[in-house]
């Protein structure tokens, strides 16, 4: 999931690929609120999850991002 995370936030939403590391929190990746917004529609039209945005919002990291992204998707029987 850390792999389909990274490529949507560095391909679809232009974020710095040096910064979209596991370790980086949102703020250092460039991840602003509307990118989050974009990034739980592309996860609900291409994985068929549903996230709300306060979770990611609350979380720290994306590696923290692509591991609750995992458990929804696990949830649901949805793969990358």
């Known amino acids: 999931m850390y ?3 990274r490529n949507v936030l ?3 939403l232009q974020l710095p690929a040096a910064a979209v ?3 980086a929190t949102a703020e ?3 991840l602003d609120s509307l990118a989050v917004t974009e990034l739980v529609l592309i996860a609900k039209d291409e994985l ?3 996230v709300d ?3 990611l919002h609350g979380l720290r990291t994306v ?3 692509a591991d609750l992204l995992t458990a929804h ?3 649901t029987g949805a793969t990358t």
Do not use: F, K
């Open 3 to 5: 792999e389909w995370l």
């Open 10 to 12: 560095v391909e679809r």
């Open 21 to 23: 590391t596991p370790g």
């Open 28 to 30: 250092a990746a460039g």
């Open 48 to 50: 068929g999850i549903t």
């Open 53 to 55: 945005e306060d979770e």
């Open 63 to 65: 590696g923290d991002m």
């Open 73 to 75: 998707a696990a949830r």
